[in-house]
């Protein structure tokens, strides 16, 4: 397994790159077919991800690159070459690149790294047992781009009555995790409609940490094993 993480680590870096020599000049915006943009950074980085992944001989899966079925593949490589493709274009910083790996449908590795901080997290990083951070206030995270009224409404009914002195903060990309992981939030609660890729590095890693990644429906981790790639609503939580 450390040898995967090592070649995750060295892809994400590859990618990160990439799309920060794109980052740097003027770039076009391409429009998908369910309304999300693209841009040639998400291009160049998920085919520098699944080349310097193809040694491991494990199947790839990227946001840029879908197979036509993955019901057979018990193993595989599930990619987000550019999260927050939005929040690139707004030339914010906050984005990151996101390798996960699948096993018998939940994710197991995880590496997230954010080029504009060049900062890195991975499912291997050894944390503080026990979790030493206590936030004042309560702190809960949302989309930055992407926040709905059921947001709103779920801190307020389900985390205001027990925290009701909490603040809201705003955040691109897999960073909310990552804020997690680091002690920096509490929780995030998203509503927005978000998909496997996403979520699958950011779900290894926080669930390393001591984290957890819960469906809001019924409590249950996030399922990686769907016919298609589309999230339901959710809620992670900081290490305890």
């Not at 429009?31 to 999300?36: A, E, G, L, Q």
């Not at 096993?103 to 954010?114: D, F, H, S, T």
């Not at 399922?223 to 959710?234: A, H, Q, R, T």
């Amino acid at each position: 397994m450390n040898n995967l993480v090592s070649t995750a680590i060295k892809a994400a870096r590859e990618a990160g790159r990439a799309i920060m020599e794109v980052y740097a000049q003027p770039f076009e915006v391409y429009t998908k077919d369910d309304d999300s943009p693209v841009t040639q950074a998400d291009l160049r980085a998920s085919n520098i991800i699944k080349e310097m992944l193809r040694e491991t001989g494990i199947p790839f899966i990227s946001e840029e690159d879908l197979p036509p079925d993955r019901s057979q593949l018990a193993r595989y490589w599930l990619v987000d070459p550019l999260d927050g493709t939005a929040e690139f274009v707004k030339r914010n910083g906050e984005f990151t690149v996101n390798i996960a790996l699948i096993e018998n449908k939940r994710p197991v590795l995880g590496v997230i790294y954010a080029p504009t901080l060049d900062k890195m997290w991975t499912s291997c990083d050894k944390h503080p047992s026990p979790f030493t951070s206590h936030l004042s206030p309560f702190t809960v995270l949302v989309s930055r781009s992407h926040r709905t009224p059921e947001v709103d409404e779920y801190i307020n009914k389900v985390l205001r009555p027990a925290h009701p002195d909490l603040v809201i903060d705003s955040q691109g990309s897999s960073l909310k995790f990552a804020r997690l992981v680091d002690g920096t939030a509490d929780v995030y609660v998203c509503y927005s409609k978000t998909k496997e890729w996403d979520t699958a590095a950011a779900d290894a890693i926080l669930t390393a940490a001591g984290g957890k990644v819960l469906k809001i429906s019924d409590g249950l981790p996030l399922e990686y094993d769907k016919e298609d790639y589309p999230n339901p609503p959710f809620v992670a939580w900081a290490p305890e």
